[in-house]
């Protein structure tokens, strides 16, 4: 009974802004999941006799210069970027949180070092990192996730690190320490709990970020291989037609805002919710 | 109706709560202050003292907040003034000194470039007259040094100059009303009593009326004339300081006045029933539910009477209450004998000393040790309580972290029943770790804000005795018993939990260790004295169940004095006198034991005397001598470079002085000190 | 204070180095044969080997790295992959030119327009302004840059054909000649700029404005223009500067995909050809340069938030006066 009345209090004070991202946000993670079942042409379908369509009852969203359909590829477009961000965004969160942990709770040399290897990651502006790894490595789903995670982990960690630090000096580890609790107990009964609400907002703001980036690589040519459907690619190769043919341009750079303005709105309320200062950090 | 300087007129604040109801902070508070006037409000956290004294200043903050009433200064009404209108008056009509001063004063601004822009606002004085005004200023707070302080930041000065500095801030313009809001919470006893004392003297006979909002009823004794007691909002006794505290007629003054330890009478400070709720129910007498004289017809709320000249009380009964004595009833607890057989002690200390390493940003520096605790022997019977006492920065929290392993002595050795404890926590075994239990001065910090009480009273049972959480829970139950708190505590999260409650939950999870030392950290220092004393006679009951000793770090003796068997005096991490609490207390021999008992505000309240600043860190480190000597107002030659040898006053009290006893009797007799009986 | 500069010079001149090593590493270390890389799988062995002995790639890698980091010092940038006759550092050199003025450009207005925004919305919280200037910048922070440029390019270049679309000015033309190609870019990064730099000003004049010693200039009787101009705007403005800097951050990555959008002749477009053609040398070379600028930015924000904090500056000059 209590736990109904709680949930619904809680239901009622989330924002409307965050109501339109939960529903943007799963609108997408629909539509990625279902592609196969809700676009209604094969993506990756030639249709010669029917290029550069504008919007109709047959093709809702038109069509491109090979023919194919605009919606369909919208629907799948976002398959590629919700995957790589989701996957890139939980290892960095993961691998993240359990350096700054074990930096904040070890401290002394560890500490020192790995923060300085931190800052000098940091030190290197994300695309160019991006850019960087791409010319060693080629291109390539893998690729993509090690350069995200190598680029988006060393915020996490220091996030984490700075918010563990905070609770190390706390009395309640001194006091499990006095106890003589072994360091498992310690991290994971007492320090994790303290720390999960900064977990989760950290994934949401690095998902989004993740999503703006894995767009901007493919855009530069860099993510997917054609005929793929991938929304940074689309508005990359539909931009010189942008005056002929504007669809296939518009509807994938709706899609694109439309998912990280979801993520925003996520991120802010859960933010909000947990009392974290949401700064603008990289 | 008369006009006054200040009128506070049926003054009601509420706030809504999350149900929209509205929560009234302040309620139906009137207020009539004269030129001169010396007011104190006083209350327990949460009764809307600090709400009060900002709206006298026109300032109330707050979603949705509602006022009724008014506020009238000099014939103009606050609320209807215009921002700028506002803006001339506050400084100059009322200032205020805020409780905090450290982070009231602006971080990027010199102490001189704050107090300048009083000037330059309400005098138009600027450059060179400025600077001369301020520097005096700043010499009336007895701040030594006023040019070089004029020119530091507020992060560069310590507690008790950046209060004198708010004090000169706030009386540069000259205001006509000084609203001073708990001015010395957090402050160092003796710095406390100077700035008292130095209140007193630069507002003795000026015109300006005074309003001291403060929790401490001793504070209030010794600055004001006039009295307001307030309870969830409301006045419940007004009146002249010394007659309201010497004869209370609200159940609530009088429980707050036997709530408050004493250093001149044996025996345990005497709790009030219940707590405070933040949701009180108005609909009957707010104090109704914790009072000891509630009868029927306390169902309907009781109206603020004039009883008597300038004394108003809200009570049905308060000639039930003012016809019996200020503690009529003795407390149930009484401390155990002091033991003089001898046994052996439970816990001992030799000669331990303790040294900081500061952190030093340069790597190719190496930091010099800060010796921070020397040469300190304690020792400790079962059953019986040491208290250990000084100002902040003696080392008192240093010597607890040396005791429980947390902090690696540099010198000396800690037993625990005859054996050597190794010093450091990790290397000692789980059963001596088990037999000393820390207890932190703030729970808010000590206890894990994501587990539920189970959990917190589970972990050093299933460390210790390797209980399953079922095996435990009913251990817990009785601890929580024990502690006055019932089994629903159980599922209760840390923030769910008042100051009082949290400390006591994190007592329980130290004595389910079953240990034999209890180390008290400041235990009882941030709570309300109501909630101190019932948490004082707790730790005294279990105490005598348990038969468990206690090294017991405070800086309120008037605390000490009602816990401790013995006390030990330390001064910049040396013991200066040590002993009974009875000897020590009623017979000091240190200079520093003096200056310590001076500080102590009681009622009825004695003269304080002025002195210039002197704070632990303004002290040369000695390196030779006496530590206290740059303090020290009998100091000689000798001081400076020989080690004080110890003394004995009697056969359970000694000091560490180069004086002979009947120099330091006729410093004692000097000073005003509280009388104790011995 | 100076010693607390040395430092931080010599941290600075530290990450340059790691930094550096990790360019390499990323570029020519780790696994996978880089001649194959280079030259795609259908290469030659004959070209495989002579591109291997062009690299010097059987040689130690530590050894490669010093004498590419010493010939970088001393100015010898080496030759282009891709094209074999093109020296690189005349070629970054007159890139940067126009790359900085871009970013230049873009930065001081970025700058100016998010402090008068953010502080103004900052001071009227909740109020209209507020609301619509903090949904604005949720958007701006939410599109792409590249969805951002090719919006104002479809709106200016094509719809309105006020200024040119896409430069087709050479990249040695004069600034004269290249600003009318610079507008459309510098807005696009302008946009996305303000959007950042706004919300963190926004919130620290908020938290400056919530702080005790703000109340407490108020309960002094200080006019409210003198406490917004005198208190809250410095205090708030000085957290802003690493905000700032982070913002430079992201405008060096920033244009390389504007600088793409708009084919403008910088930097940012170099790199992205370089990156397609596999230009080692030349992609080394730009992150260097990169983050050299980054390094040196973040550097020149933690000296000036050093000089304005009185608490940060009097612990290290009274530290260096005790010691």
């Given at each position: 009974m209590l736990m109904r009345i709680s949930v619904f209090k809680w239901a009622q004070r989330i924002s409307l802004s965050a109501w339109i991202g939960i529903v943007l946000l799963t609108m997408h993670l629909v539509m990625a999941a279902c592609a196969t079942w809700l676009a209604p042409y094969v993506p990756t379908a030639i249709d010669t006799n029917n290029m550069y369509q504008s919007p109709s009852m047959l093709h809702v969203f038109g069509t491109d210069r090979y023919g194919r359909d605009i919606l369909s590829r919208v629907i799948y477009g976002g398959q590629f970027a919700l995957f790589i961000s989701m996957v890139s965004a939980v290892l960095s969160v993961m691998i993240g949180s359990i350096i700054g942990v074990i930096a904040a709770y070890v401290g002394g040399f560890f500490d020192e070092v790995t923060m300085r290897v931190i800052d000098a990651i940091i030190s290197i502006p994300g695309i160019l990192l991006l850019l960087v790894i791409v010319t060693g490595l080629g291109t390539g789903t893998s690729v993509i996730i090690f350069a995200m995670v190598l680029s988006y982990m060393p915020g996490v960690v220091r996030v984490i690190r700075a918010t563990a630090q905070e609770y190390v000096t706390r009395d309640f580890i001194l006091a499990a320490r006095l106890r003589g609790e072994r360091v498992k107990n310690i991290v994971w009964v007492e320090l994790m709990p303290n720390i999960r609400d900064v977990l989760l907002v950290e994934f949401a703001m690095r998902a989004s970020w993740i999503v703006l980036s894995v767009s901007g690589l493919s855009f530069l040519g860099f993510g997917v291989n054609p005929p793929t459907p991938d929304w940074g690619l689309m508005i990359n190769e539909n931009r010189s037609v942008l005056v002929l043919s504007p669809w296939g341009t518009i509807f994938p750079m709706i899609a694109v805002a439309t998912l990280v303005v979801s993520l925003n709105l996520v991120s802010d309320e859960v933010a909000k919710m947990f009392g974290i200062d949401r700064g603008v950090r990289r | 109706m008369n006009k006054h300087l200040l009128d506070v007129d049926r003054l009601t604040i509420g706030f809504p709560n999350v149900d929209n109801v509205l929560n009234h902070v302040v309620r139906d508070v009137s207020l009539h202050i004269e030129p001169g006037a010396r007011i104190g409000v006083v209350g327990e956290s949460g009764c809307g003292k600090s709400t009060l004294a900002y709206a006298m200043l026109g300032m109330i903050r707050g979603t949705g907040v509602r006022v009724h009433g008014s506020i009238t200064y000099d014939g103009a009404q606050l609320f209807e003034m215009t921002p700028a209108e506002l803006q001339r008056l506050r400084g100059v009509g009322i200032a205020l000194v805020p409780q905090n001063a450290g982070q009231s004063l602006a971080p990027h601004h010199t102490v001189y470039q704050q107090i300048a822009e009083v000037l330059d606002i309400h005098h138009h004085m600027q450059s060179d007259a400025a600077w001369h005004r301020v520097v005096q200023l700043l010499g009336e707070m007895r701040l030594r040094n006023p040019e070089q302080v004029a020119r530091r930041?507020?992060?560069?000065?310590?507690g008790g100059q950046q209060q004198r500095v708010a004090l000169a801030m706030a009386l540069a313009a000259k205001p006509s009303v000084l609203v001073l809001d708990e001015?010395?919470?957090?402050?160092d006893v003796t710095t406390q009593a100077q700035l008292l004392a130095l209140l007193q003297e630069l507002t003795n006979d000026t015109q300006m009326a005074i309003v001291l909002v403060s929790h401490d009823l001793g504070v209030i004794a010794h600055t004001c004339q006039q009295v307001v007691v307030m309870y969830a909002g409301e006045v419940v006794e007004t009146g002249e300081t010394e007659r309201v505290f010497r004869q209370p007629y609200h159940p609530y003054t009088r429980g707050l006045i036997a709530a408050m330890p004493q250093l001149s009478a044996d025996g345990l400070p005497q709790a009030m029933m219940g707590q405070m709720n933040t949701s009180v129910n108005r609909a009957q007498c707010v104090f109704r539910e914790r009072c000891d004289f509630a009868q029927s017809d306390c169902a309907t709320p009781p109206p603020l009477r004039f009883v008597e000249d300038a004394r108003a009380v809200r009570c049905h009964h308060w000639q039930d209450v003012s016809a019996r004595s200020n503690r009529a009833t003795e407390s149930p607890i009484v401390l155990e004998e002091l033991r003089t057989d001898d046994v052996a002690p439970i816990l001992e200390l030799r000669h331990v000393s303790a040294t900081y390493q500061q952190p030093s940003w340069r790597w190719w520096m190496r930091a010099t040790p800060n010796l921070v605790v020397s040469q300190v022997d304690i020792s400790l019977a079962q059953g019986q309580t040491c208290a250990v006492v000084g100002e902040s920065g003696s080392g008192k929290s240093t010597l607890a972290r040396v005791i429980t392993g947390l902090h690696q002595p540099a010198d000396g050795e800690v037993y625990l029943a005859q054996s050597l404890l190794p010093t450091i926590a990790t290397r000692r075994s789980d059963e001596q770790r088990r037999r000393i239990q820390l207890v932190f001065q703030n729970p808010d910090l000590s206890l894990n804000p994501r587990h539920t009480v189970a959990e917190l009273l589970y972990r050093p049972q299933a460390v210790f005795f390797g209980r399953s959480r079922a095996e435990a829970q009913s251990h817990s139950i009785t601890m929580l018993e024990r502690m006055r708190?019932?089994?629903?505590?159980?599922?209760?999260?840390?923030?769910?939990?008042s100051g009082g409650e949290k400390q006591r939950v994190a007592i329980a999870r130290a004595f389910l260790a079953e240990p034999d030392v209890v180390v008290c950290d400041e235990v009882v220092s941030a709570l309300d004295v109501s909630v101190q004393a019932a948490l004082l006679s707790l730790l005294v009951e279990i105490q005598q169940l348990r038969k468990t000793a206690y090294l017991f770090i405070a800086h309120d003796l008037a605390v000490v004095r009602a816990i401790a068997h013995t006390v030990v005096v330390l001064f910049a991490g040396h013991v200066c006198e040590s002993g009974s609490t009875k000897h020590v207390f009623a017979n000091p021999h240190h200079p520093y034991t003096m200056e310590l008992l001076r500080a102590v505000l009681t009622i009825p309240p004695r003269v304080l005397q002025t002195r210039g600043e002197h704070s632990v860190e303004k002290t040369p480190h000695t390196t030779g001598g006496c530590a206290f000597q740059s303090r020290c107002p009998i100091a000689i030659h000798q001081c400076t470079h020989i080690v004080p040898p110890w003394q004995k006053a009697s056969e359970h009290h000694s000091y560490r002085c180069h004086h002979p006893s009947d120099v330091l009797i006729q410093l004692r007799s000097q000073l005003s000190l509280p009388t104790t009986e011995e | 204070m100076v010693l607390f500069v040395f430092r931080r010079l010599i941290t600075s001149l530290v990450t340059v180095l790691v930094v550096a090593a990790m360019i390499f590493v990323a570029t020519e270390v780790l696994p996978g044969d880089v001649a194959t890389a280079v030259l795609?799988?259908?290469?030659t062995p004959k070209r495989l080997a002579s591109l291997r002995a062009q690299l010097q790639l059987d040689r130690p890698a530590p050894e490669r790295y010093r004498e590419w980091l010493f010939a970088f010092v001393q100015g010898d940038w080496g030759h282009s992959?891709?094209?074999?006759?093109?020296?690189?550092r005349p070629l970054v050199i007159e890139r940067l030119r126009n790359t900085l003025w871009l970013s230049g450009i873009a930065g001081v207005l970025g700058v100016a327009i998010s402090l008068l925004l953010g502080i103004y919305a900052g001071l009227h919280r909740n109020k209209w302004f507020d609301t619509i200037v903090s949904t604005i910048s949720l958007i701006g922070m939410s599109l792409p840059e590249f969805v951002i440029g090719s919006l104002l390019m479809l709106l200016f270049g094509v719809v309105w054909a006020l200024l040119p679309a896409v430069t087709i000015v050479q990249?040695?033309?004069?600034l004269l000649d290249l600003l009318p190609s610079m507008i459309l870019p510098a807005l696009t990064l302008i946009i996305v700029m303000v959007a950042y730099i706004l919300r963190m000003v926004r919130s620290s004049v908020i938290d400056v404005t919530q702080s005790e010693y703000v109340q407490m200039a108020y309960l002094k009787g200080v006019p409210h223009r003198r406490v917004v101009w005198q208190h809250i705007i410095p205090n708030a403005l000085i957290p802003t500067i690493n905000a700032i800097a982070l913002t430079v951050a992201w405008l060096i990555g920033g244009v390389v995909v504007v600088e793409t959008v708009f084919n403008f002749p910088g930097i940012g477009r170099l790199l992205t050809s370089a990156v397609s053609d596999r230009d080692l040398p030349l992609v080394q070379a730009l992150g260097l340069v990169g983050a050299f600028f980054y390094i040196g930015t973040n550097m020149i924000a933690d000296l000036m938030t050093l000089w304005l904090t009185p608490r940060l500056r009097t612990q290290y000059w009274q530290n260096a006066h005790e010691n």
């Open positions: - | 930041y507020p992060h560069q000065l310590s001015p010395t919470t957090g402050l708190l019932d089994e629903q505590y159980l599922s209760r999260f840390p923030q769910q939990l | 795609g799988r259908e290469a992959l891709a094209r074999p006759h093109i020296e690189i990249p040695q033309a004069t």
